[in-house]
């Protein structure tokens, strides 16, 4: 290669090193954004399910049970919205794949994991685009939660399972099942008896508003985990690829001094046999 093209490759592995660096660094503190969220995600759904534990002795008997019957089951795939994050998608695609009988309904929030979905011939019921930063994403819950509660009540659906990704340091994220309906209300009542609270509404009324909040508050929650394993993912990616750009670098750098020295020798062998011609003539 000579030497003008290698310096011109350098040139392009510069910009190229540059978006790179951008990629990793958004990305990054992105990631930061989220996991600063995320303690405070998971108080608020405790303190919800809290709330909702210590209604259950006002009801005046112990709540019904919904009986599935054939109706079927949906599973809410948090998959990435944006590229870069290696096999994130695919493992998430194939725990749902794992949990999902054929007649079963996927909800998928990620353009990227809508795309491999359709690649893999998985039909969706419902897609939406998925929250790239914290501020946008109780909306794209709420949407959600109106689209399920509709089928719901429709009886098209009787269980809600949530597959997500849940941040880990250090490592690739956890891709975990967590069931968001129906809810597992033995699992929330006090294990210890406590005095009644003092209402202002009546309690079937705020029993039903917990639960409501309850589940938004667990979709939020793995909205928040879905958000940072995506941006840890990609930060990930753009930092082995930022080192792969600086090893090429670095190649290319030797190469050019070597070409530059060639060209500089080829230099002074014709200056060399210009001379000994002018001097033989």
């Keep these: 290669m000579r030497l003008a093209e290698i310096q011109a490759h350098i040139g392009s592995i510069h910009e190229l090193s540059e978006i790179v660096g951008a990629m990793r660094s958004l990305a990054g503190m992105r990631l930061q954004e989220t996991l600063r969220a995320l303690p405070a995600a998971a108080r608020y759904t405790e303190a919800i399910a809290a709330a909702l534990a210590s209604t259950l002795p006002l009801m005046p008997e112990p709540v019904a049970e919904r009986q599935e019957g054939h109706a079927k089951k949906a599973a809410v795939l948090y998959m990435a919205e944006h590229s870069f994050v290696g096999s994130f998608n695919t493992r998430l695609l194939e725990a749902a794949e794992g949990v999902l009988a054929?007649?079963?309904?996927?909800?998928v929030l990620g353009s990227r994991g809508s795309s491999l979905v359709t690649e893999r011939g998985r039909e969706m019921a419902w897609s939406a685009p998925m929250a790239t930063r914290l501020s946008s994403a109780p909306e794209v819950i709420f949407?959600?939660?109106?689209?399920?509660?509709t089928?719901?009540?429709?009886?098209?659906?009787?269980?809600?399972e949530a597959v997500y990704g849940r941040h880990r340091q250090g490592g690739a994220p956890a891709i975990e099942t967590r069931l968001v309906l129906p809810l597992d209300l033995k699992a929330l009542a006090p294990k210890q008896p406590r005095q009644p609270p003092l209402l202002n509404?009546?309690?079937?009324?705020?029993?039903?508003?917990?639960?409501?909040?309850?589940?938004f508050a667990m979709l939020m929650?793995?909205?928040?985990?879905?958000?940072?394993?995506?941006n840890a993912e990609r930060f990930a990616a753009m930092e082995s690829a930022h080192e792969n750009v600086e090893k090429k670098l670095q190649q290319l750098k030797q190469e050019?001094?070597?070409?530059?020295?060639?060209?500089?020798?080829?230099?002074?062998?014709?200056?060399?046999?210009?001379?000994?011609?002018?001097?033989?003539?």
């Design 102 to 107: 054929p007649a079963d309904l996927l909800f």
């Design 143 to 149: 949407r959600l939660v109106n689209k399920l509660y």
């Design 151 to 160: 089928l719901i009540v429709n009886g098209e659906i009787s269980r809600v």
């Design 201 to 215: 509404l009546k309690p079937i009324a705020l029993h039903e508003s917990l639960m409501t909040e309850y589940v």
């Design 221 to 230: 929650e793995a909205a928040v985990e879905s958000i940072a394993s995506e």
């Design 256 to 281: 050019e001094g070597v070409a530059r020295q060639s060209e500089i020798t080829t230099e002074l062998l014709e200056l060399i046999t210009g001379s000994d011609a002018l001097a033989k003539s």
